[in-house]
């Protein structure tokens, strides 16, 4: 199965620090997303990087994206209380399936 | 307001009792789908669908059926539901397959099979 990893599974910080979470995944992949979910609801799109891109960039958020390595990380700079929430990534599959994978989550906490 | 609804949202039931989670998306999506999401597991893909009558396999779905007669609506069917069903569901669409585009989730499902 392609399904990702993600680490940490957990992360604690204060706020206005730094995280930085990593995604691992298995073979090759046309896309990679993260997504935000708050405690037992759905998931949020937060950023699209694609396999020919090496990073990008949305407000306090910064993915790369290493193809060689197949990982991703996020980071959230300056981070806020609102910013405690679970991380997920998810990919597809380069061959052209449309099954999608998602990690297993890093479970951010901002201390205030 | 675009959205994907799911109903019901919490659902006890019995083994072997015939279940139906209904999931409806109001924004024209081509791309629907049905997650499980357990503790340790992340979520796992059940089925997809990409068009009405379309319909294919994701990562786990045995157990599952589902069906898009219509392309708003994507029901998740438990013909026969067992405890290790039990978990949170999640629907899912976008405008097309893949990842090329965002999904958007519903709200969940809380499903306890006893």
């Not at chain 1, 910013?83 to 890093?106: I, P």
């Not at chain 2, 045995?62 to 949170?88: A, D």
Request: hydrophobic share 30%.
């Amino acid at each position: 199965s392609q399904q990702g990893e993600e680490d940490p599974q957990a992360l604690s910080i204060q706020e206005g620090e730094n995280a930085t979470m990593n995604c691992s995944y298995k073979t090759s992949i046309n896309n990679l997303q993260w997504y935000r979910q708050n405690s037992g609801r759905g998931l949020v799109h937060l950023i699209l990087i694609r396999s020919n891109e090496r990073e990008k960039h949305s407000g306090r958020l910064r993915v790369t994206l290493d193809t060689s390595k197949k990982s991703s990380s996020l980071l959230i700079t300056a981070s806020r209380a609102a910013d405690t929430a679970s991380y997920f990534c998810a990919t597809d599959q380069q061959t052209g399936a449309n099954n999608l994978f998602f990690g297993t989550g890093t479970r951010l906490t901002v201390i205030p | 307001e675009a959205q994907v609804t799911q109903n019901p949202r919490y659902l006890i039931t019995v083994t072997g009792k015939k279940l139906t989670v209904t999931c409806s998306q109001n924004m024209n999506h081509e791309y629907m789908s049905w997650y499980r999401q357990d503790p340790g597991l992340g979520l796992r893909q059940i089925y997809y669908s990409m068009n009405v009558e379309v319909t294919d396999k994701g990562d786990v779905p045995e157990g599952y059926k589902v069906s898009r007669k219509e392309k708003r609506n994507f029901p998740l069917i438990l013909e026969s539901p067992s405890p290790n069903q039990t978990s949170l569901y999640f629907c899912a669409s976008s405008l097309a397959g893949g990842l090329s585009y965002e999904q958007y989730f519903g709200p969940g499902t809380r499903l306890t099979v006893t």
